[in-house]
């Protein structure tokens, strides 16, 4: 076994290069095995073992600096680095995290988990280089998926002015999460069904060399008109146009090419781009057969492949929303999907498949995402842009200065939004209540239940004053009847779910059954608890506010968002703009970054707990009621 002796580089290098193809074959085992038991994101790591083994072996990290694009497919990197005997507590609370992570070692000079970041980093640490007056290399590795990234194509054409000395690797497998889109998608597999060309070419002049006398000059004529043919038909024109040297495609799992090819490009002045052609799922059947569903996976069986229980928090809310947005397309023939490279994550595969030409994938393009949207809503159709809570990050700007602004009837059906578990602090959907609430006008719903969800959906394609949002969060769901028809939710309006005169519990979205439990658990001690399902975390219901301050009701505010700008911040500003006096404890989620781990675990850490709840009540209950 070759594996166990290696925790650093160092030790990778003792190896001979024969033995770089066994070493590859034991990782894909390790992973296989390792992952079957905590999950992961299987598929991307099986399809850059040779790839990563090479770049460590030719290369020296954490010196030279490698820079992986999203960050799931740093397992292998993790392994040659010292963290194999981890893999056990991957992405678990206070366990090996799922992406690259500075704190855990110095080879992880980069953190990412959101797409298309690498580029710009790897160019900022090459121009810090040269200001420096140090000499390392640096390596971004990027998917053709997270390519499609708009940031990826600023990034290329900076570098191509500054012509530092750089690598880019393309690792092109065809795949985003789902087969992946676009026409640069379509522009990669013609460089990579020509790949054989660049054979055949230096075949042929191997031959016409051999010719005595005219051989030579022949050769070099017919160099002139191939590489003018190849430059125009299938070279990586694009990528030399932008001033780097396109090398490839190699086959990203024959080790010796590979080899050779990255040798060639750490010896090439400027930046460099190799691409290298390699298979999601390498070596594992049900992986390759199913790269889908084996991108990001919860346990299974290895002989078959079969998954043994759901993914970690196999949330219910995408499928109601994917239900939902099909009937209410039977309809309203103006209601239109978009996705940023999420489709089965969304559950809008249905969707896709029964309105193809109403279901626009779009790429890991979250900023086009939203300003495409608007311009749909300009012409008066209703988009409804499925967009994971962390990612609507990216196309912030967007949001706010092409839909918001202009008042465009564009609806964003927000998904994990809240704690999303093994995914950790770069996919946490905590911020968008904080984000979307600065925005004049916009509306913001999230629903108790799966019931209620259909009916914001609903709601939210028959309002027409504007953006509006509805998130949901990745939980398990309640598992509630769901209503046969649907009901419009009026805009701004809570719904008292238990009546309380000591506490008002007002409890926004999935943390409403929470504030239920609390409320029966208060009642046991003889505190009355009013609850309250929130529906809105804008605008706010302030008829029922000013009846709750009437009634000198302290309130406690329930939210899976942050504390800093959330809705329990909206019901503060509520009463201080009124200069009224008010008891409002907030309970949400702490000004810092809370790491991956399951759902629970998360709200356990921050007390957005029924007994967190139950506790904050009691503080904040009338003094005589606190000595019950
Ligand atoms: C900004 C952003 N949007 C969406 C995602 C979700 N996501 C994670 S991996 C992935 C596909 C990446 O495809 P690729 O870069 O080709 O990597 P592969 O899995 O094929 O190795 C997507 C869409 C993300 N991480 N970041
Ligand atoms: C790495 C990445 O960003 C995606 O694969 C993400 O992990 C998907 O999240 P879900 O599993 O919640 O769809
Ligand atoms: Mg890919």
């Known amino acids: 076994m070759l594996l166990e002796h290696i925790q650093t580089p160092t030790d990778l290098k003792k190896l001979s290069e024969d033995q770089l193809p066994q070493l590859a074959e034991e990782i894909r085992q390790f992973l296989i095995n390792s992952l079957s038991s905590t999950g992961g994101h299987l598929a991307s790591n099986l399809g850059v073992v040779e790839l990563t083994i090479a770049l460590h072996y030719l290369f020296d990290s954490p010196k030279d600096k490698f820079l992986w694009d999203v960050g799931h497919q740093a397992y292998v990197h993790k392994l040659l680095t010292g963290r194999g005997d981890q893999f056990s507590t ?31 980093g790897a160019m900022g640490m090459a121009a810090a280089r040269d200001i420096l007056g140090e000499k390392n290399k640096v390596v971004a590795i990027i998917g053709d998926g997270a390519l499609t990234g708009g940031m990826a194509l600023e990034a290329l054409n900076h570098i191509g002015q500054e012509q530092k000395d750089m690598m880019v690797i393309l690792n092109d497998n065809e795949m985003s999460i789902s087969p992946n889109v676009g026409a640069l998608h379509n522009y990669l597999g013609r460089l990579r069904t020509h790949r054989h060309y660049n054979k055949m070419k230096a075949e042929v002049e191997q031959v016409l060399k051999k010719i005595p006398t005219i051989g030579e000059p022949f050769a070099k004529t017919l160099e002139r008109v191939k590489d003018s043919i190849k430059f125009l038909l299938v070279s990586g024109v694009l990528f030399e146009t932008l001033g780097f040297t396109y090398l490839g495609p190699v086959d990203g799992h024959h080790m010796h090419e590979m080899m050779e090819c990255l040798r060639q490009a750490g010896n090439t002045k400027g930046p460099v781009l190799v691409h290298v052609i390699t298979k999601k799922g390498q070596g594992y059947k049900p992986a390759e057969e199913d790269s889908v569903n084996f991108h990001g996976v919860g346990t299974y069986k290895i002989e078959s492949g079969a998954f043994q ?27 239109v999907a978009i996705t940023p490279a999420m489709i089965t994550g969304s559950k809008l595969d249905k969707f896709q498949k029964t309105y193809p030409d109403r279901c626009f994938d779009v790429g890991i393009a979250e900023q086009h995402a939203a300003t495409f949207a608007a311009g749909l809503a300009t012409q008066g159709l209703k988009p409804v842009l499925a967009i994971y809570s962390t990612f609507l990050q990216r196309g912030y700007d967007q949001f706010i200065h092409d839909v918001c602004r202009q008042h465009l009837n564009v609806t964003f059906a927000v998904d994990r939004a809240g704690f999303v578990g093994e995914d950790g602090e770069t996919h946490q959907g905590v911020y968008d209540i904080s984000f979307m609430r600065s925005q004049p006008g916009m509306v913001i719903m999230m629903p108790k239940d799966e019931n209620e969800l259909q009916h914001m959906l609903y709601t939210a394609t028959q309002y027409n004053k504007g953006p509006i949002a509805v998130r949901y969060s990745k939980s398990e769901g309640e598992g509630v009847p769901m209503d046969e028809e649907f009901q419009l939710i009026p805009i701004g309006k809570s ?121 904050a009540a009691k503080k904040c209950c009338v003094p005589d009621i606190q000595k019950i």
């Open 90 to 120: 991957l992405r678990q609370y206070k366990g090996l995290c799922g992406f690259p992570k500075m704190s855990e070692s110095e080879h992880d000079v980069w953190e990412t988990g959101h797409s298309s970041t690498s580029i710009s």
């Open 309 to 335: 229980k759901k993914k970690a928090n196999a949330p219910a809310y995408p499928a109601v929303f994917g239900e939902t947005m099909v009937k209410l397309a039977e309809t309203d023939e103006k209601i």
């Open 495 to 615: 719904e008292v779910l238990r009546e309380g005169s000591h506490v008002a519990l007002l409890a926004f979205g999935n943390m409403v059954p929470l504030a239920v439990e609390a409320a029966e658990q208060l009642a046991k001690e003889g505190i009355q608890a009013k609850v309250v399902n929130a529906r809105f975390a804008k605008p706010l219901d302030e008829e029922l506010l000013l009846a709750i301050n009437k009634r000198e009701m302290p309130i406690v505010t329930i939210e899976e968002g942050t504390k800093i700008g959330g809705f329990g911040s909206a019901v503060l500003e509520f009463f201080a703009e009124r200069n009224k006096e008010q008891s409002v404890s907030i309970l949400g989620v702490p000004d810092y970054y809370v790491e991956h781990g399951s759902i629970n675990e998360q709200r356990a850490e921050i007390g957005l707990t029924t007994e967190g709840i139950v506790q």
